[in-house]
């Protein structure tokens, strides 16, 4: 087996159960049904692997890690097996009881998504009605307890120009960190790419708020930006590399070396109802076959950059050319950079309907439906 180290995290996807509906869903299209979730003892299992390799944190998610009933117990465990603990929920099912049960469990940090800073438009995209309210009270359950609070907003053409809004909302509902995060195109989100992509005049606009708010609040708000790759002239080191520093399970015990890595058919990943943590993160294939340099073909593997970007992303270079070794097309010295094109004009076009997702099947939102740019209140 290869020399590694250990990843820094572990995301603990317990479910793809959820209440709201959201048009960029990070879940894979086919999600896992709740009769195929992993049981706790199998969770348990899982986290005790973790804390033994040198895992620092785990992130509990999902979907929504809340409708697990075991939460609270598998936050204990793994608080007790010396793994900070985080809690990524759309917080609204995080009632008083639950706060309490979690604070009681060793939760160390809760991290609340916002799908806007406007509620009309919020639960429109959420799919909720109401969902905008009740994050808010939940922030508030959050910050009352003394935990950490970190506000995830996920920015896209539809709320860029609430970006102000945004920021002030983070602020006022007490939130040490808010991580701007533009929607990234796989999955889901690729369904509604042209309905969510922004212009470049959005994105420089969006951006320029972004770094006046971190100067103005420094020392109050830390603001983590994620910028959406078509954009970029170079790409980023998506998850820090391939199976360098995250190690993700599903609801359904596959490990993922990113949550979107399942949208590369040609990979299996391995299971672990079957094989320990440790085994999988050294010795997998699907884990190995784009770690490091060795995979890489020109330009990246001649490329300075190929220890700072380690090619970019395999998952966008999968979806934007079928072929998930080549250069991300992110990348200007990529052979298919032209691929981006056809999403760029689209992002100057009137954007069609959204496609939400349930478990059941796809809802189209029709033609007339009330249009995501609400103005705010």
Known sequence: ???????????????????????????PLELE?????????????????????GVLQVQFSGGEPLVR??????????????????????????SDTRVDALVEAGIDHVLISFQDANADAGDYVAGY??????KCEAAARVRDRGLPLTINAVMHRQNLARMPEVIAQAVELGAGRLEIAHV???????????????????????????????ERLRGQLVVDYVMPDYHA?????????????????????????CQAAETIPSLSFPSVRTTSLDAIWRGSEAFNRYRGTGWMMEPCRSCDRREIDWGGCRCQAFALTGN??????????????????????????VPPPLVYRRLGGTIVVPEDAAPLSVTPS
């Open 129 to 134: 009605d109401g969902a905008h309210r009740i």
């Open 69 to 94: 009933r075991d939460l609270e117990d598998l936050v204990g465990h793994a608080a007790r097996a010396g793994l900070y603990t985080t809690l990524i929920t759309s917080g609204v099912t995080l």
């Open 184 to 214: 990234q195109y796989y999955g889901w989100a690729m369904a509604n790419r042209d309905a969510l992509l922004p212009t470049r005049e959005q994105l420089d606009e969006a951006t320029a708020i972004v770094e006046a708010a971190r």
């Open 324 to 349: 998930p070794r080549v250069a991300d097309p992110v990348c200007h010295l990529a052979p298919d950079h032209g691929a981006l094109e056809p999403a760029l004009r689209a992002a100057r076009a």
């Open 33 to 53: 049904p709740g009769r195929d979730e992993l049981d706790t003892d199998t969770w348990r299992r899982v986290l005790d692997q973790a804390a033994g390799m």
């Open 233 to 257: 002239m170079l790409p980023r080191a998506c998850m820090g590399g391939w199976a360098r520093r995250f190690l993700s399970v599903t609801p359904s015990g596959k490990a993922l070396p």
């Open 1 to 27: 087996m290869p020399e590694v180290d250990p990843p820094l995290a572990i995301v603990a996807e317990l479910t793809h159960r959820c209440p709201l509906q959201c048009p960029y869903c990070s879940n």
